[in-house]
């Protein structure tokens, strides 16, 4: 199935590639993201278990209910009716040929588990909310990170219509759900993130783990919203959230499963010592940044430090959704030393163990001050150290230091 209105994503061609090559899939990320949408031009059947009547024949009998339904089948929001996976197994084990099912899930705390149905059968693919490169419809290019790899400055190239700070601070108030983004104009963007989030705290968050306070975990959030992009003590959060370490704990879980919130863990290696080892925790949207706190322009291009925290959780948005695509699975991490001197906001290590690094800056003129923290990173580690970059908000690339560069933010897509 097609739609002329239909926003391309970065994943379309890898889902397609590998849905002509197995038979089940498995698309998770956070709920709204555009995983249905896309799925679906797939599928020559959908079923939509969040709907009482269309789940109601796969909680009696799910393998009966599958075999009805011309293939391809999407089922979607799997963890409503967690027994059709059983069935969907059985199926892949019973059949033969590729591109049957497709599943989708808001969720993802169930699939780690040791007797999770899925494992084996189905191929997991995470989607996210939609980048600029999305939204602006960019020609494909190879991801940021593959590209910054190449240490070549005339690899980034910047889009016709760049924008500067303010522009940069509209795009992440914006943030990246297809629905708000796409079709509603400020006011009622506001008022569905507002919905949006509500439904996270009662519906969701009590689907997915029983019963919760909304209001203590809608607290919990707005405490790791003003810390996004840090390192704070758990303490702290929980502190200002005014709940216990316990409750901490399950609400960090919960939002984690939810896909609202993501973190980075410390990045070490043999060559360097007295790194923290603490997570750094990020929103995954920078539009529920701003709702959870009832941002505008004005509040925060008066609060440096807010500032940065914005800029850098939109940044790493852009650069999450490519880590799905074809050939390309770098791991993330951030890196601290202990005493502070030394800083990187984003350590990408690539299967061979080499590494690129990237420090994120709200200024619009960085210097080669701004990069002591990735010529040391790259003196320690020596060939291993592939490039770097100090992304800015300003209006062209240059050259920093050798294998160093700084790079507009606009060339995530340009």
């Known amino acids: 199935m097609s739609s002329p209105s239909y926003t391309a994503r970065l994943i379309d061609e890898w889902l397609r590639e590998l849905f002509d090559e197995l038979p089940a899939l498995l698309i998770t ?35 009966a209910a599958l075999r009805s339904l011309p293939e391809p089948v999407l089922l979607d929001e799997w963890q409503m009716v967690p027994q059709v996976l059983g069935a969907v197994k059985r199926a892949v084990d019973q059949g033969s040929g590729a591109g049957r099912f497709l599943v989708t899930g808001s969720v993802h705390g169930r699939l780690d588990e040791p007797t999770w149905p899925g494992t084996g059968r189905l191929v997991h693919l995470r989607m996210w909310g939609l980048t600029a490169r999305e939204i602006l419809s960019s020609p494909p290019k190879p991801p940021f990170l593959q590209t910054l790899a190449r240490a070549d400055l005339a690899a ?14 509209e795009l ?33 968050a009590e689907n997915l783990d029983g019963p919760r306070d909304p209001g203590l975990l809608r607290r919990y959030f ?10 704070a003590a758990e303490k702290t959060v929980y502190d200002a959230a005014g709940i216990g370490r316990s409750t901490a704990v399950a609400y960090e879980r919960l939002l ?7 973190s980075l863990p410390a990045w070490s290696t043999n060559r360097l010592s007295r790194l923290v080892k603490a997570p750094k925790r990020y929103l995954t949207d920078t539009s529920l940044l701003t709702a959870s706190l009832h ?11 807010l500032l940065g925290r914005l800029i850098e959780t939109y940044v790493l948005a852009q650069i999450r959704p490519e880590l799905e695509l ?16 030394h800083e990187i906001d984003l350590v990408a290590e690539m299967r061979a163990g080499e590494v690129v690094a990237i420090e994120i800056k709200s200024s619009s003129a960085p210097s080669r001050a701004d990069a002591r923290h990735l010529e040391w990173l790259r003196e320690r580690l020596g ?8 992304l800015h908000t300003g209006p062209r690339p240059f050259r920093l230091s050798e294998r160093i560069f700084a790079l507009p933010i606009a060339t995530l897509w340009g």
Request: charged share 30%; proline share 6%; hydrophobic share 40%.
């Open 256 to 262: 984690a499963n939810m896909f609202v919130l993501d």
């Open 29 to 63: 990320g956070p709920r709204a993201a555009g995983k249905t949408t896309t799925a679906q031009r797939l599928a020559a059947s959908v079923v939509h278990l969040d709907r009482q009547s269309e789940a109601e024949p796969f909680r009696d009998d799910p393998d």
């Open 383 to 390: 060939e291993r150290f592939l490039a770097g970059a100090v």
């Open 295 to 305: 941002l505008d322009e004005r509040a925060v291009i008066r609060d440096g430090n």
């Open 222 to 231: 707005e405490a790791l919203a003003v810390n996004t992009a840090g390192i």
């Open 326 to 341: 074809a050939g390309f699975s770098p791991r993330l991490y951030h890196l601290r030393e202990k005493n502070g001197r």
């Open 172 to 204: 992440a108030l914006r943030g990246g759900y297809p629905e708000p983004v796409l079709s509603l104009r400020a006011s009622r963007r506001e008022r569905w993130l507002e919905s949006y989030l509500d439904e996270l705290f009662t519906r969701d």
């Open 156 to 169: 980034f190239q910047m889009p016709t219509d760049a924008p500067d700070l303010l522009g940069y601070i």
